[in-house]
Nanobody
Framework: QVQLVESGGGLVQAGGSLRLSCAASRSIFSFDAMGWYRQAPGKQRELVAT???????NYADSVKGRFTISRDNAKNTVYLQMNSLKPEDTAVYYC????WGRGTKYNYWGQGTQVTVSS
């Protein structure tokens, strides 16, 4: 069973920065992609950023230029550096790992970490 453990959330003022970490219980080389999603109260979970095993990245338009996703293969950890935070970035942030095997897609989720941006 894969475990993803997020950390780094908290309360920050608008314009501030936070770095989220997602530590995996096994080598992240085994995943085709990893990413961060977020869910604000009363809203659906949405994609924030993803990074593939070949380090190809993808970002939601709302965070482009402010957030950076990266990975440290030696530490089995994926990061999300969040700069110039806005109140609308407030949400629970979830780490995701995706793997394909025998034609089946496997999705794994962390427990989430709260990010609150005050105005």
């Amino acid at each position: 069973q894969v475990q993803l453990v997020e950390s780094g959330g908290g309360l920050v003022q608008a314009g501030g920065s936070l770095r989220l970490s997602c530590a995996a219980s096994r080598s992240i080389f085994s995943f085709d992609a990893m990413g961060w999603y977020r869910q604000a109260p009363g809203k659906q979970r949405e994609l924030v950023a993803t990074i593939t095993s070949h380090t190809v990245t993808n970002y939601a338009d709302s965070v482009k230029g402010r957030f950076t996703i990266s990975r440290d293969n030696a530490k089995n950890t994926v990061y999300l550096q969040m700069n110039s935070l806005k109140p609308e970035d407030t949400a629970v942030y979830y780490c995701n790992a995706e793997a394909w095997g025998r034609g089946t897609k496997y999705n794994y989720w962390g427990q989430g970490t709260q990010v609150t941006v005050s105005s």
